[in-house]
């Protein structure tokens, strides 16, 4: 029996239809006070109206927001007396977004930390030394070359080179307080002791993003929020995160996200050798596989733990691994669009083209001709053919 004739085996009849938990804001009649907030930076945050309660889809009661405060009473702060929403901030100075990022300062640091007025949270930040203000020769290189040679001929300074070179040369030639950018913002940049701190604390931006998230009221199920981890650091020493915050995801999830270590370059730095020695590797582990693949699309379930473990092992490069979650999820029908889009998309990393048109032909039959994201599918689809064909042309 093929691969894709374990597709064939009707296990169950359930659909199961998923929904993202979105917030709705309600119209309180007092909305919270921005009157700290500098005139300079107004124009950075949505109008005060927007920061208000907020409720649940299909629910009624209105949540109120825990503010930043209140987080301090009920949160454990870092070893330097930090904490998680600070911590969070360190995190958006690292990436030279903060202040005054484009396009403002999005609602979570309200909603989700209880910070209404951002900017002066980032003074104290600075005034603590965990940042700095980052020096301008760090925004050359998202200058344009003709704004460089601006710079350089308002200092009397040759323009002839390229880009590196001409940033090399306002580096070494034009002191940093003289250096003229027009509509420069100047930006934050963590110190040696805000590296330290956003390093030994990295469950907080770790947990911002985590693809499993939860609210914290527990109305879906058991929590796992940034909140929850912090209470398992009351001293505030959270140097070992990755173990504690691993060991949990392998008990509720089934894997340990947090100690993997995937390699960034792994997709731009396959050569034609690599990937075809990669391609025979996976058809053999599948090979393997298939056995345990047809139990498992026996046992309960409609396919949505598994497609969900299939996302974490992608997530931390574990191919091989995602792909037995995935097909799994396959041969008990589930209607996700999303499980057949990345399982299609690692046998395309891997030149598995016929592999993946299957794939996408499940795909069109066990979604809902309502789901939207069909289209995408068929997208895919041809992409699909199109490489099946110059393979049988070459």
Partial sequence: MGLFDLFKIKVSDGMMTSQKTGIVRNSPDSFVDSGSISQDEKKYYKPDNYY??????????????????????????????????????????????????????????????????????????KDRGFVQWAPKVGSLSGLKVEELKQILTKAGLSTTGKKAELIDRIQKEIPDERIIIPEYIPKYELTDLGKVELYENGYVPYMHKHSHLTTE???????????????????????????????????????????????SKTKSTHNKTDVLQQRDEIKKYIELKKDEIARSIKLPGNGFDEESQGMDLKAIGKD???????????????????????????????????????????????????????????????????????????
């Fill in 52 to 125: 208000t309660y907020y409720s649940y889809p299909g629910t009624n009661m209105a949540v109120k927001v825990i503010t930043f405060d209140e987080r301090k009473r009920l949160s454990y702060p870092s070893a330097r007396g930090l904490y998680v929403a600070e911590i969070m901030l360190l995190e958006y100075c690292n990436q030279g977004k903060y202040p005054k990022p484009e396009g403002g300062y999005p609602g979570f640091w309200w909603f989700k930390y209880g910070i209404r007025d951002v900017g002066h949270a980032l003074e104290s930040l």
């Fill in 217 to 263: 009221d527990g109305r879906f199920g058991q929590t796992f929020t940034v909140w929850d981890i912090n209470k398992l650091f009351p001293n505030g020493d959270a140097k070992n995160w990755r173990k504690v915050v691993g060991e949990i995801e392998k008990t509720r999830f089934g894997v340990d996200m947090a100690n993997a270590v995937q390699d």
């Fill in 320 to 394: 091989k691994e995602a792909l037995v979650k995935f097909y799994v999820a396959i041969g008990k029908k589930f209607d996700a669009p999303a499980l057949y889009r990345e399982t299609a998309i690692l046998l395309h990393k891997y030149g598995l083209y016929e592999e993946e048109l299957s794939v996408i032909n499940l795909g069109l039959v066990n979604v809902p001709q309502s789901n939207r994201h069909r289209e995408e599918l068929f997208e895919r689809k041809k992409k699909a053919q199109e490489q099946i064909k110059k393979k049988t042309d070459t």
